[in-house]
């Protein structure tokens, strides 16, 4: 046979393939798969780009897939009559008339579903949101998830066929599926999901070993990190020198009230300076006290987020609020992103948050009540789900703290669960009122505290935007329409914004790793004026008025904030 001949028989086997793959597709299974799509295209809590729109849609459409051809297979297990073939012809085309619409219809308005959020969060607005090209992403890759999957059911069938020779035909396919479950789950697991958190881990690792090139090594001998600490600057990690080294001096403080102050402590011990976490808690306690910080008014007890990153919008501002009369102290326990530690070990912020209260709590409850500073937790995102358990209640109720700012607690965070759960029943979940507002206030972009009403000896906020997936991310998402969609809605969430079985799961899941791609005040990035109003409404600081607050929030606003 020539090689022309050849080539002409080879084309027309793969087309003969191809028509049959089409045809082994299922009706039922191409329409969820096409309304999936056009859901997944709707607003969720942040703008998206279209690759990543595209790589939401193709799970979308997977996932509808699988649900009709589920539909269909329980259908034919209970053996429930068949309409007649002259009736589902008018079904079928009634049926790609009314889904060819919604897609058409989503495409149509994807860009102005996209702006409907971006101009919430005072973003450009785009003239097109890519609607062809996030199409044909999501085809590409929704037929390779497809794929994968039948190339599972084929295995476990094959598995199973193999098995029939020697046992009962159940047998053999129960058996057959979970010995080919466990083989995918052995490499998925051990392979693709460890080798992709060992790149982030190797990748993060060098990250958190750079050193920015406006940071000094501290000259100060009180200060930590100095040649005389008894933290190790090389041992900190990128983000802990940034908190060393960037914070206000006491210059900039004094300049901004008018009068003289004293330098901020800071101590932060990096996870390359001690083993342990109980280990990096003793040593962050010797340097707490080597340079002083039980000698200020006030001590916080800061918890980093997943990269060991503390935010400048909560810390700073505590800085100029008290004049410098104050230290933080705080811990790394990961250099990975928030998102993946919440993934990988969410029990981690935990575990280091417990050690460093613990030790610092114990030291100042031996010190004299009328000579010791007032004590406060501060954590954001990660930082706030293990901080916000480090004092237990018999801790508290025994000598207690002064009180806590907790900003973007994640979705884990197992007591601000309970409180949102336990709120008032007239109150919003993005805004929650819980009991009489004497222990727990919750506030957002917009100052919400309520400074006329009276607080109980213990003050704690939180601080949350409607718009943060990192909290509102939950599995039951998949089933459960979430009580932040009932009206009143947040302010910086969409109007078009609706939920949708299993795809408001996938947006939301989506939009975490986006959570700070939003600007200041939106998503998971917390504006400066929102801890301005925490830390003063917590602290109750001396020599401070509500024109101090209008000052400071100006002056931030005007040096805007890095982001992590």
């Known amino acids: 046979m020539s090689k022309a001949k050849r080539s002409i028989a080879f084309s027309r086997r793969v ?12 009706f039922v299974g191409l329409v969820f798969a096409t309304l999936f799509f056009a859901a997944s295209v709707t607003p969720s809590l942040l703008p998206r780009h279209y690759v990543t729109q595209g790589l939401l849609s193709g799970f979308s459409i997977a996932a509808g897939y699988a649900l009709g051809v589920l539909l269909v297979w329980i259908y034919r297990f209970f053996e429930l ?67 994968l999957t039948r190339m599972f059911i084929d295995s476990s069938v094959f598995a199973a066929n193999q098995l029939n020779r020697f046992l009962p035909r159940r047998i053999a396919v129960t058996l057959g599926t979970i010995l080919v479950t466990v083989i995918v789950w052995v490499i998925a697991n051990g392979v693709v999901i460890r080798g992709l958190v060992n790149f982030a881990d190797g990748v993060f690792l060098k990250a958190d070993a750079l050193i920015e090139e ?54 932060y011990v990096g996870m390359r300076s001690a083993e342990t976490p109980q ?40 800085e100029f609020i008290h004049g410098g009369d104050c ?18 070990d969410p029990k981690r912020s935990i575990v280091s948050a417990d050690a460093l209260f613990d030790v610092i709590y114990r030291y100042w409850t031996d010190l004299p009540v009328d000579d010791r500073p ?34 973007g607690p994640p979705f884990p965070s197992q007591r601000w669960n309970e409180i949102v759960r336990d709120r008032q029943p007239d109150s919003p979940a993005w805004l929650p009122v819980y009991r009489d507002s004497r222990l727990v206030r919750f506030t957002a972009a917009k100052n919400a505290l309520n400074p006329s009403r009276p607080w109980g000896a213990m003050r704690n906020v939180y601080i949350q935007h409607a718009s943060d997936p990192m909290i509102w991310f939950s599995p039951t998402l998949a089933w459960h329409r979430p009580d932040w969609l009932t009206e ?17 799961f996938l947006q939301v899941a989506f939009d975490m790793p986006m959570a700070t791609s939003v600007p200041i005040g939106y998503g998971h990035n917390y504006a400066p004026s929102a801890y301005i109003d925490a830390w003063t409404s917590v602290t109750e600081p001396d020599q401070w008025n509500d024109d101090f607050s209008r000052q400071l929030k100006e002056k931030f606003k005007a040096k805007g904030t890095p982001k992590p």
Request: proline share 7%; net charge negative.
């Open 81 to 147: 009559p068949h309409a007649p073939q002259k009736l589902q012809r008018i079904a079928k085309i009634a049926t790609v008339i009314v889904v060819a619409l919604c897609f058409v219809g989503g495409i149509r308005q994807m860009t102005f579903w996209q702006n409907s959020i971006r101009e919430l969060m005072e973003m450009p607005s785009l003239q097109t949101a890519d609607p062809y090209r996030t199409s044909a992403i999501a085809i590409v890759f929704a037929a390779v998830l497809v794929a």
């Open 15 to 26: 087309r003969r393939w191809l028509v049959e793959y089409w045809r082994s597709f299922s």
């Open 488 to 504: 009143p809605r947040g302010p910086d969430v969409s109007p078009y914004l609706r939920w949708f079985p299993v795809v408001t």
């Open 374 to 407: 007032r004590l406060y937790l501060q954590g954001l995102s990660l930082g706030a789900l293990g901080s916000e358990v480090c004092a237990d209640m018999y801790t508290i109720f025994e000598d207690p703290i002064q009180g806590a700012v907790w900003s």
């Open 327 to 344: 230290a933080i102290v705080s811990t790394q326990y990961s250099y990975l992103p928030s998102w993946i530690t919440i993934l990988v």
């Open 214 to 267: 406006d940071i000094d090594h501290p000259s100060d001998p009180m200060a930590c990190g100095s040649d005389e600490s008894l933290v190790d600057w090389d041992s900190i990690g990128r983000q802990g020198k940034a908190f060393l080294g960037q914070g206000p001096s006491a210059d900039e403080i004094g300049e901004f009230l008018d009068r003289d102050v004293p330098q901020p402590i800071r101590v």
């Open 279 to 318: 280990q990096r808690a003793e040593l962050a306690l010797k340097e707490l006290i080597r340079v002083g910080g039980f000698d200020r008014s006030v001590l916080v007890v800061a918890t980093p987020t997943g990269t060991g990153w503390l935010d400048p919008s909560a810390v700073d501002t505590l």
